[in-house]
Nanobody, 122 residues
């Protein structure tokens, strides 16, 4: 079992930045492909970014490319999401998740955090 706890969300103005963290416990995240998803009110959960076990490869949703950077520190058992140039449409609850199979489909992820709210004001 892996327990995931997100932090770093908050209220920011459009154009601002936030850095989300996801601290893992129970097992080392080095065994897992990790990802960030987000869910806006009334919408389905959507993929934002994922990173391979070693951190060597990253993948982004089109909406995140060029603005978000996913990274991991396996020695600290922590996943990160640096978000720059934030827009009001980035407002959502952001979740970190872990899987043993690389995918953008949330149904393939085994472990989830409780989420952290990101609100971007215009």
């Amino acid at each position: 079992q892996v327990q995931l706890v997100e932090s770093g969300g908050g209220l920011v103005q459009a154009g601002g930045s936030l850095r989300l963290s996801c601290a893992a416990s129970g097992r080392t995240i080095s065994s897992y492909i990790m990802a960030w998803f987000r869910q806006a009110p009334g919408k389905e959960r959507e993929f934002a970014a994922r990173i391979t076990r070693s951190g060597g490869n990253t993948y982004y949703a089109d909406s995140a490319k060029g603005r978000f950077t996913i990274s991991r520190d396996n020695s600290k058992n922590t996943l990160y999401l640096q978000m720059n140039s934030l827009k009001p449409e980035d407002t959502a609850v952001y979740y970190c998740a872990a899987t043993t199979s690389g995918s953008s489909d949330p149904r393939t992820y085994h472990y989830w955090g409780q989420g952290t709210q990101v609100t971007v004001s215009s």
